[in-house]
């Protein structure tokens, strides 16, 4: 045995130093990349939700307004059914000088008419009064609004909308058109 001593053999790659605390930096650039990475990310997601947002708005107003055209038809269908009584109760005071409220004659002049003289329930059921001085027809539409006509002796037309949906309740209409 020998009392020499050997730090062993020597080393491949040389010992890297460390710079003094004082000469490092004092954050690593990995988290500046990091926080870049998150703001770029954080601006593309809010980009993409606001224009999810905003097209969410435009079908919102589209569905809307294809509601309002609907409601509008639905009424217009309404109108158009109780066009159709106006003109039975018209002829039939022109040929009998009063206004009658019998069904049977009603509906023998336009059997494709269904008349009622309670509350009328869908848009193709016209809801009617008659009297020896008027003529007064509700119908309901597919929208919920009841659309009133009421006729007078000298031919006067009067239309409103309201509750009851009765023909009954149409004869206090008093506007010139809906």
């Known amino acids: 045995?020998?009392?020499?001593?050997?730090?062993?053999?020597?080393?491949?790659?040389?010992?890297?130093?460390?710079?003094?605390?004082?000469?490092?930096?004092?954050?690593?650039?990995?988290?500046?990349?990091?926080?870049?990475?998150?703001?770029?990310?954080?601006?593309?997601?809010?980009?993409?939700l606001r224009g999810a947002d905003e097209a969410g708005h435009q079908l919102g107003d589209a569905n809307e307004q294809a509601v309002s055209e609907i409601d509008r038809a639905n009424d217009a269908a309404a109108q158009g059914t109780l066009g159709r009584a106006?003109?039975?109760?018209?002829?039939?005071?022109?040929?009998?000088g009063t206004f009658t409220a019998d069904l049977a004659t009603l509906s023998g002049f336009d059997p494709g008419l269904h008349l009622t003289s309670g509350p009328s329930p869908d848009a193709m059921t016209v809801s009617y009064a008659a009297g020896p001085n008027g003529f007064g027809a509700a119908v309901v539409s597919d929208s919920g609004t009841c659309w009133w006509l009421s006729l007078d002796?000298?031919?006067?037309?009067?239309?409103?909308?309201?509750?009851?949906?009765?023909g009954q309740a149409a004869l206090a209409a008093s506007d010139p058109s809906w």
């Open 1 to 48: 045995m020998s009392d020499e001593f050997s730090f062993g053999e020597p080393s491949k790659r040389p010992a890297r130093l460390r710079r003094p605390r004082s000469q490092r930096r004092s954050f690593d650039l990995r988290f500046l990349w990091v926080a870049a990475g998150l703001v770029v990310a954080a601006t593309l997601a809010f980009v993409l």
């Open 86 to 96: 106006a003109v039975v109760a018209q002829t039939l005071h022109a040929e009998q």
């Open 153 to 166: 002796g000298d031919g006067v037309t009067s239309y409103g909308s309201g509750t009851p949906c009765t």
